[in-house]
């Protein structure tokens, strides 16, 4: 089996700040996600990739970025964080692109903005 | 875009009684419908899924109905235990050929022991 492996797990930053979150998965899997969980809303696509070096933005792509060097990361930069803005940022990753599959969630970055 | 509405954002049931979370989706291009469980502190894990070109599918305690007709998908559960006690998710994936899920907001389930 693989895992996905998000860091930081909490990430504490004041209004305006540029703030990174990082994912790390050993599926070898091509296909990469970020969400965004707020409660009541469910969860909300900001950015995937299918490939490395591929970007796509999905609805909540404003006020992101992400980057997809390796096949293995993706990262979703905050790019001004918002002022108490508290949100849960899930990363996952499904196998591909012309295959219809589950994803595999990671544990989840919590994110809280003084 | 797809839209996904989750029409109980609340459910409780008792041990023992059947339990269904009913979802409808917009995009008639949808053809991929996974449900996934997410417990209390927990990240979200895949339970079931349907494709569209079944109308009914079973693992265990789980059943996945599908009407195309209605762009309705839910998910019944069987003989509940405490712990199935958790949030379900409902999601859609439209026919693009990439995997762009759309989620619904999640029902709360709560099992009484």
């Known amino acids: 089996g693989g895992i996905i492996t998000q860091t930081p797990k909490f990430l504490i930053g004041q209004e305006g700040q540029k703030l990174t979150l990082k994912c790390q998965q050993n599926?070898?899997?091509?296909?990469m996600y970020w969400y965004r969980q707020d409660s009541g809303k469910g969860l909300r696509l900001i950015y995937y990739s299918i490939t490395e070096n591929d970007l796509q933005k999905g609805d909540l792509s404003e006020g992101y970025d992400a980057s997809r060097e390796k096949k293995s990361s993706f990262s979703l930069t905050v790019t001004s964080a918002q002022k108490n803005e508290m949100a849960v940022f899930l990363c996952?990753?499904?196998?591909?692109?012309?295959?219809?599959?589950?994803?595999?969630f990671g544990e989840g970055s919590k994110l809280t903005v003084l | 875009g797809e839209k996904v509405e989750q029409h109980e954002s609340t459910l409780s049931v008792r041990e023992g009684d059947s339990a269904v979370i009913n979802c409808t989706y917009t995009d008639t291009a949808s053809s991929y419908f996974p449900w996934y469980k997410q417990e209390a502190g927990k990240s979200l894990h895949f339970v079931i899924d349907?494709?569209?070109?079944?109308d009914r599918k079973q693992s265990q305690r789980l059943t996945v109905l599908l009407d195309k007709k209605a762009k309705r998908f839910s998910l019944h559960i069987t003989a509940t235990q405490p712990e199935d006690s958790a949030i379900y998710f409902c999601?859609?994936?439209?026919?693009?050929?990439?995997?762009?899920?759309?989620f619904g907001k999640g029902t709360s389930l709560t099992v009484i022991p």
């Open positions: 599926f070898n899997h091509d296909t």
């Open positions: 999601a859609a994936s439209p026919n693009t050929g990439y995997q762009n899920f759309y």
């Open positions: 349907i494709r569209s070109n079944v």
């Open positions: 996952a990753s499904s196998l591909g692109h012309s295959n219809t599959g589950q994803l595999y």
